[in-house]
């Protein structure tokens, strides 16, 4: 396939980059995982019940995966997709205010689950776009910039819902849907998409061709990467209720989350730019595994702080190394492997739930659903983080 004729951006680098972090924020630390931080807000005010917390948390991630397998769609034109995505995250979030308060009790689950197909399309959307123009001006190692956006918009919202956790949960869906709809109008104003092109190719219309074989190792590390951080991205904050009550100290956990998972990317990008992909990937999936393990091994605060560092300090690290492989292994049009990698990781995230949902109240071997849980994420993780590892030491490695 030859290279795309789409014209570059007239945009200055540093404002790709700003409008790439800024979509991210919003998108996933918003749209996808503002959820955490409010889910024992919402507890608290009775507007959600534990089993409904986990009904909502679930069909995200089935949203998530339904956008990543529809993300394709946008491969002519990412910054489209972008847009509307943006735009859906603030309608959604702004909606889900009214869930028992003007609107009936189910739509929270649909709002959500639609919340999630946005959030999928925009990181698709975002990391095409972003990549590629940052590609085509040889640029290439200033990409990883755009994914200081998702730690910042995570912690963003944790301190948020920290310092705002005597408000009503409603109150604060609010807060965030009307942040998410500024940001929206204002890359719809900054950044307009150039004229789609067909780029030639031997695929028949409408048809994806199929990755190529030396992706399948990256697409099944992505997934175990989605099973291995949701448990605790999903449970920090409710563990952290359990062993105290007040929101001001259980709330911290995902703004330390989210803070952690903004200073490694910055730090990655100041001075891991020559790092092997591979070999960073690696070595962030093998940390992520010890901090799945911390909540098995002691539920205490401190323990749980520490996972949200750990987990959280390596997350973006494994979305950046791995989204800059897709990048790497299909220059030309990096939306479908990108899309193909966002459908393994979503998989991977339901499956976590689901596990824990099989195993319910029941007890093997002394462990509960969580332990057992948390420990198949770290066994899965340092696998996946010695195959990494192995592939980094081959030759023409990326």
């Known amino acids: 396939m030859p290279r795309s004729s789409r014209p570059a951006s007239t945009l200055p680098d540093w404002l790709i980059l700003v409008l790439g ?17 409010l889910m024992p807000l919402m507890l608290r ?17 089935v949203g998530y995966l339904l956008g990543a397998l529809t993300a394709a769609w946008f491969s002519a034109q990412p910054l489209r997709g972008l847009r509307l995505a943006l735009y859906g995250v603030a309608a959604t979030t702004l909606a889900v205010a009214w869930v028992g308060d003007g609107l009936p009790a189910w739509s929270g689950a649909l709002l959500r689950t639609v919340a999630g197909v946005f959030s999928a399309w925009a990181l698709v959307c975002t990391s095409s776009w972003c990549l590629g123009e940052m590609a085509r001006r040889h640029l290439s190692h200033r990409g990883a910039w755009i994914y200081v956006g998702v730690g910042k918009g995570i912690a963003l919202a ?15 869906w609010l807060e965030f849907g009307v942040v998410t709809l500024i940001g929206a109008l204002l890359l719809h104003v900054l950044a307009q998409p150039g004229p789609a092109t067909a780029a030639a190719s031997s695929t028949p219309a409408g048809q994806q061709p199929d990755a190529p074989p030396r992706t399948l190792g990256l697409i099944v590390c992505y997934g175990i990467f989605g099973f291995g951080y949701i448990m605790p991205a999903t449970f920090l904050p409710t563990l952290a209720r359990q062993q105290i009550s007040d929101p001001m100290v259980f709330g911290l956990t995902w703004p330390l989350f989210g803070a952690a998972a903004a200073v490694s990317v910055a730090a990655a990008a100041l ?17 992520m595994a010890i901090g799945t393990l911390m909540p098995l091994l002691n539920p205490a605060l401190w323990s749980l702080a520490l996972s949200a560092v750990l987990v959280g300090g390596t997350f973006l690290l494994t979305t950046m190394g791995g989204l800059q492989l897709a990048r790497a292994y299909a220059p030309d049009n990096p939306t479908p492997l990108l899309a193909r990698m966002t459908v393994a990781f979503a998989a991977g995230q339901i499956l976590g739930p689901l596990l824990v949902r099989a195993i319910g109240d029941q007890r093997w071997l002394g462990w509960d659903a969580l332990a057992w849980g948390h ?4 066994v899965l993780l340092l696998i996946t983080a010695a195959w990494l590892w192995q592939a980094s030491r081959k030759p023409g490695a990326a």
């Open 271 to 287: 001075w891991m730019s020559n790092w092997s992909r591979h070999r960073l990937w690696a070595v962030a999936q093998g940390i």
């Open 158 to 172: 944790g301190v948020v819902a920290w310092i705002g956790g005597h408000q009503s949960a409603q109150a604060l």
């Open 21 to 37: 972090a800024m979509a991210l924020a919003l998108a996933m630390g918003i749209g996808r995982f503002a959820f955490t931080p």
């Open 375 to 378: 420990a198949s994420a770290t």
């Open 45 to 61: 005010d009775g507007t959600l019940t534990a089993a409904q917390g986990a009904e909502w948390a679930t069909l995200n991630y």
